[in-house]
Nanobody
Framework: VQFVESGGGLVQPGGSLRLSCAASGFPFSSSGMSWYRQAPGKGRELVARISSTGGSTDYAGSVNGRFTISRDNAKNTIYLQMNSLKAEDTAVYYC???????????WGQGTQVTVSS
């Protein structure tokens, strides 16, 4: 099982970024997927999740209305479109499998998102 996150960077408040996560080693098209983030000095938190077909999505209250999760089952990839970014969105972002289940113990290297002027 492998997750490779990309697309992070430095962005000004109010800006946008699109994260990608390429997954392999498990039946991706039949698996729910999730994005998590971990800010400095804090625990890892669930940001968004999407069902296997993409028909259901769910967001943390802090990002609802600003972030959009999507997936491309043909590419074994999920995405996180992040708009109206705030300083408090600064964190390392990770993906993992699962929608209503716990994530796997396998974590990628994550991608750093820094929101600062």
């Amino acid at each position: 099982v492998q997750f490779v996150e990309s697309g992070g960077g430095l962005v000004q408040p109010g800006g946008s970024l699109r994260l990608s996560c390429a997954a392999s080693g498990f039946p991706f098209s039949s698996s729910g997927m999730s994005w998590y983030r971990q800010a400095p000095g804090k625990g890892r938190e669930l940001v968004a999740r999407i069902s296997s077909t993409g028909g259901s999505t769910d967001y943390a209250g802090s990002v609802n209305g600003r972030f959009t999760i999507s997936r491309d089952n043909a590419k074994n990839t999920i995405y996180l479109q992040m708009n109206s970014l705030k300083a408090e969105d600064t964190a390392v972002y990770y993906c993992n499998s699962g929608y209503n289940v716990a994530p796997t113990p396998y974590w990628g290297q994550g991608t750093q998102v820094t929101v600062s002027s």
